[in-house]
Structure formats: C-alpha cells, structure tokens
C-alpha cells in the first residue's frame, strides 16, 4: 500500500501520484509522491501563488526597502502583514504597503504611466528610503506593461536610488515555489557583486532561507556575535537590500531554507566558489550541530563549544521537562516545504514524539526525498493536501496535535483538535536552543489546554455531547488510541553486494632475499667452476648408483605424503573463501548502517543538482575518512574546508553512534565509508525518482 488513493479522492484518481505511506524496507528510489506540477482541476489546493512567493516570503521581508505591488491593491493587501517579521528598524516593512492601484481602466489602456506615478509618490512620501523592489502581477502581466524602461527612467531621473524588478506574476508557476526561484535567480544576475560590505571579521558568512519569524533571526546574530562571526546578509530576514547586493563577499552559505533560497546558494557557489552548508536551526541537537558545523569551518569550535555550553545551561533542564510531557504524542506536520524535513527527527529525537503525517504546499520531489528519508514506517506523505483529504488523514491517525497554518488551524479547531501555527507560529522564536524549548512549551499548551473538552459540550442542551469525526456526519468518534509505543527504526534495504576479491595467499618471503643474493654469488661460482667439474665428474660416477638406490625409496614416501596434503590443501582453500565472503558481509552490513544514518540526519545529499549532489557526497566522505583514520586533512580552498565541517560533525556521530568502528582497522573503515558512497549513489542519483536533478534551474 505505498501509494494511497483516499475515499474522498475517488472521482479524482491522479491523486494517488501524490500521496504516499511509508512500509518497512522501502525508500525513495521506489515511491516519491508527484511534486511541484499542476493541481489537478476538482482538488482544493491549498498553495500561494507565484507573485506571492516572490514578495510574501523573500522581498517583503527587507526592513529598509519600498515593496511596490504594481496591480490591483487587492494583491497588495493580500501580501501585506500577514506573517510577522520584525526588525531592529521599527519594523518599517510591516507598517506599510504601496500599490499602484490599477482600476479597470487601466487594464484596457495600459498602466505603465500610473506605475511610473506611484513610484515617485512613494520615494517622495518617504524621503530616506532610496531602495526599492516593483513587482508585476497577474493583471499587469496579462496586459503586457513592460515595468522595467519604466523603472530605468526613475532611477535616471531621480539619480540616488536602486530598484529591483521582480516579473513573477501569480500564474507563473504551479506554487509560490515559482516566486522563490524567480526572485533568487534575478538577484543573482542583477544585484550580486553591485556593492562592497565594510568587512570587520576574519569569519563571514550569508545567512541563506531565514526571514525572522518573531525574532529567529535574532536569535542566530546573537550566536554569531558570541562566536566573532560576521554577518554580511540575511536572505532575508531583518537584511537590508545593500547588504544582499554585497553576498559575494562571504566565505560561507549557511542555508536553512532550501527551498526557499537553496537556488542562490547554488549560484553562488557556483560563481563565486563559496561552500554552502546546509543547517536545521529548528531542534536542540541540530542546534549545537550547525554551530559545531560553523565552528569546525572557520576553525573556531572552542567559541562554538563555548555558546553551546551557555544555552544548554540555560535551557536544557526546560526541555527536559517538556519531553517527559510530549514523549509518545502524535503530531502531523502541514506547512509549507522546508519545515517538514527540519522539523521531524528534531520533534522525534528531542522530544519523543511520533510525527504521523505530513503535508507541503509547495515542495518539491527534492523536498520529499528529504523528508522520507527521515521519517518512519506507517507515515503519510502527502502533496498539495486538499481539506477532504486533510479529514479522512485525522480519522487515519488519529493525532494529538497538528503544526500547520491558519487556514487548516481554522478548520481542525472545529473538529476540537489543537494546533500550532507552524507558519507564523504562536509564541517564538522557535530557532536554536530557546526556540526549542518555546516551541515544545506552546505544543504542550495546546494539546493540555481544556479548552478543546470545553468545547465539545454543548450548554444549550446541558450535557456533553461526542465530537464528530471529521467527515461532517455527525458520527461520533472513536475512542482514542493507546499510548504509541516506540517502533523500531527500519533497517535501509542493502545496497547490491559489490565484488570483493578473496585473500591472496601470503608470498614467500624468501623470493627477494634470493634476488639480491644472486648477483653476489655468480662471480665466486664462475670462479670454483674449472677446479669443481673434474671432483664433479668423479663425485656423480659414485653417487649416482646411490641417488638411484635413495629414489626408489623416497618415490613411494612421497606420494604417500602428497595423498595426506591434498585433501588438506582442498579443505582449506575454501574456508579462505568463506572468510572473504563474510568480510566482505560484514563491510556491506555495516555500511547499510551508516547510510541510514546520514539519510536520516544529513542534508548535504540533497543538495539540487546531481553533479552538486556527488561532489558532496566525495567530498564529505573522503574527509571523514582521513578524520577517522589520523590521516593529515588539507584544507586549501573554501569548498574542502565546506566539506570538512560537514565531515567533522559525521565522523563525532559515527563514533558515538557506532561501537564496532572502534575495533576496525583504518583499511576497514575506509572500505566501509567506500560502500556508502556507493550506496548513497546509488539512492540519491543513480536511482533516485526526483525529475528535477538533471534541471539546470535547480
């Protein structure tokens, strides 16, 4: 049963492509739900739409910068303080929002002129502002206004401003996802390398995918500064549009959003040759993880191990409080993409909950790779979940609790189930050590919160009545389930079994020594030869009735010896075999091992490009391999240094996961490390389903 066909999806059968459930021995390289494609027409989405990934989640997001919306204000208004970003500013850019205001008049004749006029009001209303971003919408799109002579002539005319044109209009793509990689790709080309940041640190990096979502950002700066670490720019939260422009002049990407902002960190990579490295910011662990990672990069892990120490002094004790509350609780996961795959082992692992479904709006197969990988058996996985199927998924399983956003908060609060807004969220910062612990504390309150039981009484006829099950008929629901008892993580279907050469008999050691004494010997025999042949001559005609004499006892001796060394000979030459064979068993068993372990745990597997994908995957490995073995590490460009963080956290985990690394040889662990390579390969690239790994754009 790995694809699902719901009830409520009968008269839609395609649906099946897009919804998945995990079973024992199965990975991505069998089922990978459909993603990033057309909503099937009679299925209810509930995705954003292009124009509204471009301005909503990235532009939007900048604190020192005019959000121009050239369309209907309604677009505007739609995009406008709807998630809560703030900033050091006076949260500049959740005040206000400009629009063009187009009108129907404007569509039959054009709107270039009335653009060009709401751009000079807005510079003129607000005088210190000299940036600004204009985007096109699916009016202004339609009708073919060319916003960018219009927006040439105002930077001309008015000498001391910047503007950035973003041509996304809302039906550009299937998603806002369109937004995203529209908006990367022309920062990229357009705005990259156009301004020189003042440097004032030997360490720098880009923080890439994060828009400060009450205050997440803060939370990161405060860890950067600890550790004297620049920030050259947030992509983009609480980030000034100069400072985007001047990306180039970091020596590091740490990105958390991939999907939002993985296209630039790309680029980037690719252009400027910075590494980057992929973090989860959401969980405890993976919070002293991406700062070890940063730590190991620059060389600096005594200040990283210092912060860590701080945090968990302060915070620790609090989760562990949390966790002895949440352990065995089920939650499901619907939010966007990246959270899916960040948020699961942290909820798991942290707080011994069980996520039992999950649901992106706007992922990719890229994104579900990455989320199945780390999930476990008996999850739902599904695409561009519609409400019907959201109902008959809560009848499945039955959870505690669900992480989603307003809209679907809305509708599973009707059905007296708590949830927490995974968008917005309810009380954060949920980044690092302290948004763990605020984040399992509202998770806590809403799932012991009274407040549900309240309202399945109904006062009007003075007695309790049963909730209703969901699926609007009024039945009464089913008792709920016992507690989850915890299952066993199942076991990464082995890789093809690679050749493995039996042992070579040991060579004599005898044969080099006979070489080199041969070139010493042949001048004395050349020598004693006239003088030895006539002894010689005279010495054979006595012994040669002798030698006769001694064969023809000897030759039954020695056939009688070879009869007993033969079978012995037979006997032995096979159990070298077997030892081979289970060697080579005992490698592939181990190596199964590991790559689950880095399936579950490691982004940099799946980073968007194929080629990308196995130079991390060499690149990794071959440095935890020299990490493991005491072999010396050089480190001389960014990119190996890139790997090396990434390799250094892997080898610490390998460690202390792991017994039996201890008691291998280094050949051992580097023939182990070899087959995961192969292995990874093989799931990630070889076989993998996901469509896009080939995709320039991506």
Known sequence: MPMKLFKCDETIPEREKHIYIKEKGEDTTQFLPSAHVETIPGSLSERGCSYCGAKLVIGGVLKDTIQLIHGPVGCAYDTWHTKRYPSDNGNFQLKYVWSSDMKEQHVVFGGEKLLKKAMLE???EFPDIKRMMVYTTC?????????????KEVEKELGDVDIFTVEC???AGVSQSKGHHVFNMGWMTDKVGTYEPEITSPYTINVIGDYNIQGDTFVLEKYMEK???QIIAHFTGNGTYDSLRGMHRAQLNVTNCARSAGYIANELKKKYGIPR???????????????????AFFGIEDRAEAVIAQEVAKYESKLAWYKERLTGKKVCIWTGGPRLWHWTKALEDDLGMKVVAMSSKFGHQEDFEKVIARGEEGTIYIDDGNELEFFEVLEMVKPDLVLTGPRVGALVKKLHLPY??????HNGPYMGFEGAVNMARDMYNAIYSPLMKLAQSDIRAGQNLPSTNGNGNGKAAKEVSEEVVSLVQQQVKEATSQVQKPAKEAVPQVQPQAKEAAPQVQPQAKEAAPQVQPQAKETALQVQPQAKETALQVQPQAKEAALQVQPQAKEVAPQVQVQAKEIASYIQERAAEVTKLIQERCLWQFHSRAWDREENINGVLNKTAQILTGEKVVLETLIERGFYADAKILAADLEIRFAWLNSMENSQKKAVLEAV??????IVITKSKNGELHYSLY
């Open 122 to 124: 807005a510079f003129a």
């Open 139 to 151: 009016s202004t799109a339609l009708i073919g206004d060319d916003i960018k002579p219009v927006v």
């Open 169 to 171: 209009p809302g039906f």
């Open 677 to 682: 390579k192969g292995m990874l390969i093989d």
């Open 227 to 229: 550790m004297g670490v």
């Open 277 to 295: 490295i992929d973090v989860d910011t959401w969980g405890f662990d993976y919070a002293k993880e991406g700062l070890r990672k940063i730590g």
């Open 420 to 425: 927490v807004n995974g968008h917005g969220y």
